[in-house]
């Protein structure tokens, strides 16, 4: 396995609102070698009659993104499991750019899964966790039973990237040293400076932030681009196959992925309950968690009536 760094631990010493102890893995098979990070919490002894949420993050963020999220989950009954994306939070972050592609961080979230054996899963996903994380139900059949889906899309190949992605993934390579922490306040008005900062922790320097550069790059943008196969397959099987309940929450300010891009997905998900619009929330949806999660769930208990 390629070369690897490891962010310092005591860069996430004292991170507001995200006390929770560190879990690794560092033999999925693969990945030998590779330690990969998550946090798995509940309301203790291992109960959890309500299922697990795993919840994916995106770029350039990590498992912090879910911390307002993981306390309402967590008080319905749920195990929440959120994993750190290699290249990103306290996961390693291999220093090699080829290594990153669309297999290898899909094929890490199927290992791990596999080897956590998590079933009756309520995807939670958002940016890249929604990219990987919506192709999961191919190969996972009745482990994922709902969907929790903010911000993201499945990007086929056969649509032509909008005006605010190619204008993202132009910064992003103008700018390798990405300033992660102002990147979080321009688009989450009002967040304290110490929680951009917990944002940030990961990524200490330039060189462990290879994952952050690489991402818009994996983003699939012609039919042939590594990755549009399985993600048209994934949008085959959800229409025709897909029977859960799937919760969507719009960040409107998002001028990447709001609205129209999300009313695009709605139509590849039966089922979809009425969406949650949040006017005033930019791509980070999960920065108004403990309202997304109350409404998710509350729109889940009236669908089981």
């Keep these: 396995m390629s070369n690897a760094l ?28 590779l330690r990969l990070h998550y946090i798995d919490v509940d309301v203790g002894a291992g109960v959890a009659p309500g299922g697990v949420f795993l919840c994916l993050h995106g770029e350039p963020t990590w498992s912090y993104l879910y911390r307002k999220m993981v306390p309402p989950f967590v008080a319905s009954g749920g195990r929440v ?23 290898f ?5 199927l290992r791990l899964i596999e080897r956590l054996d998590l079933t009756n899963i309520t995807l939670v996903c958002q940016d890249w ?21 903010m911000n993201t899309f499945l990007p086929t190949g056969d649509l032509p990237p909008t005006p605010g992605f190619r204008a993202w993934k132009a910064y992003v390579a103008a700018h390798p040293d990405l300033d992660v922490a102002a990147v979080m306040r321009r688009d989450v ?6 929680e951009a900062a917990a944002y940030a922790a990961p990524f200490p320097d330039l060189r462990h932030k290879v994952g952050v ?4 790059e994996l983003v699939p943008m012609t039919p042939d681009d590594p990755g549009a196969i399985i993600c048209r397959r994934a949008a085959t099987y959800l229409r025709r196959e897909w029977r859960g309940p ?13 609205e129209p891009a999300m009313q695009l997905l709605r139509m590849r998900l039966p089922g979809c309950l009425e969406p949650l619009v949040l006017p005033e929330v930019g791509h980070f949806v999960q920065e108004a968690g403990e309202t997304v999660a109350a409404a998710a769930l509350a729109a889940f208990a009236r669908d089981a009536r």
């Design 189 to 194: 008005p009002g967040m304290s400076a110490a």
């Design 129 to 149: 966790g929604g990219i990987l994380g919506l192709t999961l139900p191919l190969d996972l059949g009745p482990r994922i039973t709902r969907l929790v889906v």
């Design 81 to 103: 499991i959120a994993p750190d994306l290699f290249g990103f939070g306290r996961s390693d972050k291999p220093t090699d750019p080829a290594l990153y592609t669309f297999a």
């Design 246 to 258: 799937t919760f969507m929450a719009i960040g409107v300010k998002d001028p990447v992925l709001g």
């Design 6 to 33: 490891r962010t310092p631990d005591d860069r996430f010493a004292r991170l507001v609102g995200y006390d929770y102890a560190p879990h690794y893995v560092d033999d999925l098979p693969g990945y030998e070698g």
């Design 213 to 216: 550069q690489r991402f818009p």
């Design 105 to 109: 961080h899909r094929d890490a979230l």
